[in-house]
């Protein structure tokens, strides 16, 4: 039986470049089920295919996946992040169901008015006088993320859990709190908008937890985390995380579900 969420928070997939994992949030997709899906930013990594084209049929599917959940009534809100800017110009326009926001407020089920958006506008290595810098080192992320699944695949076959990605976003994280506490940027202005919390994604770190008494929920990712934030039906907001192990059943289960369903529709039409 497939879960049922209000509401899914889904950010950070990166689809144009080839650390996403658009494969993973595909069968995750078809193991739940939600009434509203808000994509909050760099779904589509603009910036790496306007550096180097690269698109593969996991991308596809995916977009099939989310218009074919559109079309079933399922409600798609898209709030463009950094990677993806460019479509911050349609905000406001409806795209085959789709709908384009700059930001958004969301009210959940018992009544908590949320504010929805990437979240690039408060880290501050993204000043203009440090742009070159935030280039250089988005580049070297995605080399280093490539690097470290090879390293991670090497390490787990002698039972180590090590990931050089996670190693060095720790030690740039320390690096950019130092210049500005993300973190506490959004909580203060979730209280400057006068409401209850605020889901974001951007720094690819999955967290809930409250922050002075506001909701602070970030969404990850879908590059080296497998990471949403959901709202159940009654309006409990909670950090969903797969891991690879997680992942892996569920393809299982999908396929297994998908056989037994072939199967029974080729015996009713024997019957």
């Not at 979730?190 to 602070?216: F, Q, S």
Request: hydrophobic content about 40%.
């Amino acid at each position: 039986m497939k879960t049922k969420y209000r509401t899914l928070f889904i950010s950070d997939v990166h689809m144009g470049s080839k650390i996403s994992r658009s494969r993973c949030l595909n069968e995750f997709l078809k193991a739940v089920e939600a009434e509203k899906i808000v994509l909050l930013g760099d779904i589509i990594d603009v910036s790496a295919i306007k550096r180097k084209f690269y698109w593969d049929p996991d991308h596809n599917a995916l977009i099939r996946r989310l218009f074919k959940m559109v079309k079933k009534g399922v409600e798609v809100i898209y709030i463009p992040g950094n990677h993806d800017k460019d479509l911050r110009d349609m905000a406001g326009f409806d795209f085959a169901g789709i709908k384009i926001r700059k930001e958004d407020i969301h009210t959940t089920a018992d009544s908590r008015r949320l504010l929805l958006l990437h979240g690039d506008k408060f880290d501050g290595v993204l000043n203009e006088k440090l742009m070159f810098l935030y280039t250089l080192g988005d580049r070297c992320y995605d080399i280093a993320l490539l690097l470290s699944r090879v390293i991670n695949k090497a390490l787990m076959l002698f039972g180590y859990d090590w990931s050089l990605s996670r190693y060095l976003k720790t030690k740039v994280k320390n690096v950019v709190k130092f210049i500005n506490d993300f973190e506490h940027l959004v909580v203060a202005e979730a209280k400057n908008r006068k409401v209850d919390g605020i889901i974001c994604g951007h720094i690819h770190t999955p967290e809930l937890r409250m922050i002075d008494g506001y909701l602070y929920a970030n969404c990850g990712c879908w590059t080296e985390n497998m990471s949403a934030v959901a709202e159940s039906m009654t309006g409990e907001i909670e950090l969903i995380n797969l891991d690879a192990f997680a992942m892996s059943e569920l393809s299982k289960n999908i396929k297994e579900e998908m056989y037994a369903e072939e199967t029974e529709h080729f015996q009713t039409i024997g019957a």
